[in-house]
């Protein structure tokens, strides 16, 4: 374990996590228009995002058990190789039968990546430390969702072949980065592990990500839909000032949750994501849009921290992969569930129903906080 949290170990894992997660969301902005523009409705379209949600679920508690009993590195040295094969498949065709088997093989390499790289995070830093290192460690993400989709959106029309071919680029670098990272694993793993879906101690934390995921997708999804739908053009500006006010709380974390509490600080943030998506489901213009996009970005970035957080700090270091694996399996299956729905809802009532619906729902994830989080 390293001493320091800026060590050589955690820089590269933080660098290789945001070329990872910005090749990641690039596809994954333009997935459901790309699916549109091949003559497919909403419907399907919103299976083709949750196509890769569901592999990467199904796959989950088997990366988080390898991970354990293994190796963390050579998982997310593996992961990262797929997600690599997965978008060269879109470079050499251009069919919806392709971008389907694309997304099954990203969605499987993308699970083995992310579980394997938090787990890592977990080992090298010191414990005192971890609340940071996992808020800091979440800043890659948020990077991700300020550069990629909007360069998705600007690559994409020019045609999707630059698209794919600058995700390839982008993603072969990651497995040398991690190839890079050196440390003695074999003190965190159990060669005696057994398999196993879930670790109990990250189930309250996992309900409860699993309705901030569901309302995620609903962002992650549909935005440049929407827009386009609303002749709206600020799209694009969603995604990046979302992430500019996600980078900014994140570094504020640590210290609101020393003067509120993280039980205090979960709902007065809950409270402010739920108008982000009660303003969106009204926006007809680019100032309400944005006006969202902050509000949601505040949201998320002192939200999934919080969770994320709870949901390692509570195991052995030796169940760390499972304890990741259960919180993204749930995170996974609200996304899924998310894409899946709310392209359908999308379809027959219109995005004012299913951003309305996302409100009400915000509302049922702080009582699931209320009963599983803060009573353990």
Excluded at 192 to 209: N, Q, V
Aim: aromatic letters at 14%; hydrophobic letters at 55%.
């Amino acid at each position: 374990m390293d001493k320091s949290l800026l060590s050589k170990n955690y820089i590269l894992t933080v660098v290789g996590a945001t070329l990872f997660y910005i090749a990641a969301y690039m596809i994954n902005a333009v997935c459901g228009k790309y699916a549109v523009s091949l003559g497919v409705s909403n419907t399907v379209s919103g299976f083709a995002v949750a196509v890769f949600t569901l592999a990467s679920f199904i796959s989950r508690p088997l990366w988080g058990w390898i991970v354990d009993k293994y190796s963390r590195r050579f998982i997310s040295i593996a992961g990262g190789v797929m997600c690599f094969s997965a978008s060269m498949i879109l470079v050499f065709s251009g069919t919806i039968t392709a971008l389907f088997i694309s997304r099954i093989i990203y969605g499987r390499g993308y699970s083995a990546f992310s579980t394997a790289s938090a787990t890592i995070v977990c080992d090298i830093v010191p414990k005192d430390k971890l609340p940071q290192a996992i808020s800091v460690y979440g800043i890659t993400g948020v990077l991700a969702g300020a550069a990629a989709p909007g360069l998705a959106l600007w690559l994409f029309d020019r045609g999707h072949l630059l698209l794919a071919v600058t995700v390839a680029v982008v993603t072969v670098f990651v497995p040398f980065l991690f190839i890079m990272v050196k440390y003695n694993e074999k003190q965190f793993l159990n060669p005696h592990s057994t398999f196993a879906l879930w670790e109990k101690t990250a189930l309250p934390a996992a309900y409860t990500i699993f309705f901030f995921a569901v309302s995620s997708a609903s962002v992650n999804s549909f935005i440049p839909v929407m827009a386009q739908e609303r002749n709206i053009s600020a799209d694009g500006m969603f995604f990046l000032l979302s992430a500019v006010f996600m980078l900014a709380v994140r570094f504020l974390n640590t210290r609101l949750a020393d003067r509120l509490g993280d039980n205090k600080l979960f709902y007065i943030t809950d409270v402010i994501y739920t108008v982000s998506f009660a303003i969106l489901a009204f926006a007809k213009s680019n100032m309400f849009l944005l006006v969202s996009s902050a509000l949601y970005g505040i949201g998320a970035g002192i939200i999934h921290p919080i969770v994320n957080t709870a949901a390692v700090s509570r195991c052995k270091p030796e169940k760390r992969g499972l304890a990741t694996a259960t919180f993204m399996m749930s995170q996974d299956l609200g996304m899924t569930a998310g894409a899946a729905s709310w392209g359908y809802v999308s379809e027959i009532y219109g995005f004012t129903a299913v951003y309305i619906a996302v409100a009400l729902l915000l509302l049922v994830m702080m009582y699931v906080f209320y009963r599983v989080m803060s009573e353990n």
